[in-house]
C-alpha cells in the first residue's frame, strides 16, 4: 500500500483529500502546517507528498526545499496561485507537479498515480538495457544512473535528483543524440496532459545542468537545440 502525505491547512480540504484517497486504496497521513508536515515527511517517510503552498509557520516552498535537502520523495503541490511565475518558483524548489485549486479530484488521482508508477517502476529488462547503454556508450562524460537509489552518479559522485530530472536524464541517457521537444520532455515525464508549460522543462534543464555540467553556462552534455528542445551529447 503506497503512503501519501497530505500538507494542507485548509481542514475540509484536506480531509476531503485524505478521505477520497484513502477510498482509492492509500495510507494517509494528515498534516495542517507547514513544519509538522516536515516532521511528518521524515518519519512518515510517504512515497508521494500532496502540498499546499499557503501554509502556517512554514509555507510550502520552505517545506519543499527541505524535504528535497534529504529526499527525492515525489512532490505534488496544489494551490490556488496560478500565476506561471509560481509554478517555476515550486518546480526550482523540487517540485515534480502543479496542480491550480480548485480541481477534479479524478485527475488528481490520476496524476498521483503516474507519479507513483514511474517513482516505483519495476527494473525490467528494459531499465537493464537503459543502464548498460548509459554506462557503456558514455565513458568520457562519466554519468550514470543508480536505479536502486534513484540517483545519479556523475563523475564518481551520487547526486540527488527530483523525481522530474530523474526521469529526463533517464531518457536522455537511453537516447544519445536524440534531439527531444519540450513537448516529448512533458509527455515523457507526465504521461498525460498536464498544465506545466514548456518553461517548466527549461527550468528541469537549467537545475541538470547545474548537477551534471561542468561549467553550466557552456553546457557540452545537455545541449539546446534552438527553436525546437534538447538533446543530450555523447
Request: aromatic share 6%; charged share 25%; proline share 3%.
Amino acid at each position: 500500500m503506497y503512503k501519501v502525505l497530505v500538507i494542507e491547512d485548509d481542514v475540509m480540504m484536506n480531509n476531503m483529500l485524505s478521505m477520497y484517497l484513502t477510498e482509492e486504496g492509500y495510507s494517509v497521513k494528515q498534516a495542517f502546517q507547514g513544519d509538522v508536515g516536515l516532521q511528518l515527511a521524515r518519519d512518515f517517510q510517504p512515497d508521494l507528498i500532496l502540498l499546499d503552498l499557503i501554509l502556517p509557520e512554514m509555507d510550502g516552498i520552505e517545506v519543499c526545499t527541505e524535504i528535497r535537502l534529504t529526499s527525492n520523495v515525489p512532490i505534488m503541490v496544489l494551490s490556488m496561485k496560478t500565476e506561471v511565475s509560481e509554478r517555476v518558483h515550486a518546480l526550482k524548489a523540487g517540485a515534480d507537479d502543479y496542480m491550480c485549486k480548485p480541481f477534479s479530484m479524478h485527475e488528481m488521482t490520476a496524476r498521483v498515480e503516474a507519479l507513483l508508477r514511474r517513482s516505483h517502476s519495476v527494473h525490467g529488462e528494459t531499465a537493464l538495457q537503459t543502464a548498460a547503454t548509459a554506462e557503456t556508450s558514455l565513458p568520457e562524460s562519466l554519468i550514470s544512473l543508480d536505479k536502486e537509489r534513484r540517483q545519479l552518479l556523475v563523475r564518481g559522485r551520487m547526486i540527488e535528483t527530483t523525481f522530474s530530472e530523474y526521469e529526463l536524464m533517464k531518457l536522455f541517457l537511453s537516447n544519445p543524440g536524440k534531439v527531444f521537444s519540450r513537448e516529448e520532455l512533458i509527455n515523457a515525464i507526465r504521461g498525460f496532459d498536464s498544465i506545466v508549460t514548456d518553461r517548466a522543462i527549461d527550468v528541469h534543464i537549467v537545475n541538470l545542468r547545474r548537477k551534471i555540467e561542468q561549467n553550466p553556462k557552456e553546457p557540452k552534455l545537455i545541449r539546446t537545440v534552438w527553436g525546437f528542445g534538447y538533446k543530450y551529447s555523447v
